[in-house]
């Protein structure tokens, strides 16, 4: 059973809001991974980090950013929310050469 | 240009049967397999893994086997139960720092 934790599980907020979506993980993994996927695609990776104060931006393009300044913690900000941000919210995390564990994902829906 | 690739979006299978999920991949470079069972609103979680110095790897009532020259993988779940009615996705790295993820297929295990 993997430890990672995302919280708000399910957030419905209006256009123009800042939004934090929080994940903790307590394995001691270095690295952390930020997925956003819609019903029936794939994951898409908009963020990572390799250990504390490293953070990447991922394959698909976001808005959001992230920080990395204590290992079990990987914060993701949206500044500005907009409709377009409505999606599922996967937070992830692996040792060096492990399996990536998933937390439990926050819905987001914007209005 | 997705390198994970599940073709087949939904499969139905009669409980106690077989079902065999298809998965295919593009990169050459990736060594390393996964598959994950997600149900609606939640994280993924972690099934089974597969390096690819190896064609099959087995755990209870779940195997994957890799056909490297094919650049192809499947999982085989027998026998099959309701309660693994659930969107699988596979997933391929390379190096361990990123992963890719295929749309996943719908899993229906009729009683």
């Known amino acids: 059973e993997a430890d990672i934790y995302q919280t708000p599980r399910y957030l419905v907020i209006g256009t123009g809001k800042k939004i934090t979506l929080e994940c903790s993980q307590t394995?001691?993994?270095?690295?952390m991974y930020w997925y956003q996927q819609d019903p029936g695609m794939e994951l898409h990776l908009i963020h990572y980090?390799?250990?504390?104060?490293?953070?990447e931006k991922g394959d698909l393009s976001s808005e959001s950013t992230v920080s990395r300044i204590r290992t079990e913690h990987f914060p993701l900000t949206l500044e500005s929310a907009r409709p377009s941000h409505t999606s599922q919210y996967l937070c992830?995390?692996?040792?060096?050469?492990?399996?990536?564990?998933f937390g439990p994902g926050t819905r987001l829906t914007v209005l | 240009d997705q390198q994970v690739k599940q073709n087949s979006p939904s499969l139905s299978v009669q409980e106690g049967r077989i079902s065999i999920l298809n998965c295919d991949y593009t990169?050459?470079?990736?060594?390393?397999f996964l598959w994950y069972k997600k149900y609606p609103a939640e994280g993924p979680t972690f099934l089974i893994s597969?390096?690819?110095?190896?064609d099959k790897n087995e755990d209870g009532r779940f195997t994957v086997f890799l056909n490297k020259s094919a650049k192809h993988l499947s999982l085989h779940i027998v026998p099959s139960q309701p309660g693994d009615s659930a969107v699988y996705f596979c997933a391929a790295t390379g190096n361990f720092n990123k992963f890719y993820f295929g749309s996943g297929t719908k899993l229906n295990v009729k009683p």
């Open positions: 990169n050459s470079m990736f060594d390393y």
């Open positions: 980090s390799y250990g504390v104060n490293s953070t």
């Open positions: 597969i390096s690819s110095i190896k």
């Open positions: 992830a995390s692996s040792l060096t050469k492990g399996t990536q564990y």
């Open positions: 394995m001691g993994h270095d690295k």
